[in-house]
């Protein structure tokens, strides 16, 4: 009789133990998820520049180092150049840190202009395919890039419409590296004119 009563009472609390898993299952499939949210980490308020809290620390390094670049009473464009022009691919072809193909990469350096367009061809070519990760329950490799080597600066003259031409824009080439070769560009000239009291991006190729 005795050996019953146990065998009644391991059957018992197996049963809970049962019901209880079960329960947990049942509650963390209905409850909310975290959702991921990129915040405005920091700025720099004369430029227009701001940084997402979800970039890499790669990139907030980048960020905080153009901070101190334009913080100096007389600029160095030169530097200026340098620097955004390396931020730029950093952000745009680094995709594996964005939330979703509509969280374009590098678009506070382009051109106010040209913003509208910049952001649809993105998102129809090179953030085409990027997954939703605001769950973090994204699985897909994509690319993080690892430096970027400004191989050539010139200046140019480049014409915007009827009414702007920059006598002293900048056409620059630079060298990209990757954490992993997953087949993206490797070399890219980027075309910056002068925008009020920046220098902003007109052309990738």
Same mark, same amino acid.
């Given at each position: 009789?005795?050996?019953?009563?146990?065998?009644?009472?391991?059957?018992?609390?197996?049963?809970?133990?049962?019901?209880?898993?079960?329960?947990?299952?049942?509650?963390?499939?209905?409850?909310?998820?975290?959702?991921?949210?990129?915040?405005?980490?920091?700025?720099? *308020?004369?430029?227009?520049?701001?940084? +997402?809290?979800?970039? %890499?620390?790669? /990139?907030?390094?980048?960020? $905080?180092? =153009?901070?101190?670049?334009?913080?100096?009473?007389?600029?160095?464009?030169?530097?200026?150049?340098?620097?955004?022009?390396?931020?730029?691919?950093?952000?745009?072809?680094?995709?594996?840190?964005?939330?979703?193909?509509?969280?374009?990469?590098?678009?506070?350096?382009?051109?106010?202009?040209?913003?509208?367009?910049?952001?649809? *061809?993105?998102?129809?070519?090179?953030? +085409?395919?990027?997954? %939703?990760?605001? /769950?973090?329950?994204?699985? $897909?490799? =994509?690319?993080?890039?690892?430096?970027?080597?400004?191989?050539?600066?010139?200046?140019?003259?480049?014409?915007?419409?009827?009414?702007?031409?920059?006598?002293?824009?900048?056409?620059?080439?630079?060298?990209?590296?990757?954490?992993?070769?997953?087949?993206?560009?490797?070399?890219?000239?980027?075309?910056?004119?002068?925008?009020?009291?920046?220098?902003?991006?007109?052309?990738?190729?």
């Amino acid at each position: 009789m005795k050996l019953k009563k146990k065998v009644k009472v391991i059957l018992v609390i197996a049963i809970l133990l049962i019901v209880a898993g079960l329960g947990f299952l049942a509650y963390e499939s209905i409850k909310p998820k975290a959702v991921k949210t990129a915040t405005v980490e920091n700025e720099i *308020k004369d430029y227009g520049y701001t940084l +997402k809290s979800t970039r %890499n620390a790669r /990139y907030k390094e980048a960020f $905080q180092e =153009l901070k101190d670049i334009l913080s100096k009473k007389n600029v160095d464009e030169e530097a200026y150049l340098k620097q955004i022009s390396k931020m730029f691919i950093m952000d745009f072809y680094t995709l594996d840190d964005k939330l979703a193909n509509t969280d374009v990469g590098g678009i506070d350096f382009v051109h106010t202009n040209a913003k509208t367009n910049f952001l649809e *061809k993105s998102e129809d070519t090179v953030y +085409k395919y990027v997954e %939703n990760d605001i /769950y973090g329950n994204r699985n $897909q490799k =994509l690319p993080e890039v690892t430096d970027v080597t400004v191989e050539n600066i010139e200046n140019i003259e480049y014409t915007i419409g009827t009414d702007f031409t920059d006598d002293n824009a900048y056409q620059v080439e630079v060298s990209i590296k990757y954490k992993e070769d997953m087949d993206y560009p490797t070399k890219a000239t980027l075309t910056f004119v002068h925008e009020d009291n920046k220098l902003s991006l007109v052309e990738v190729e």
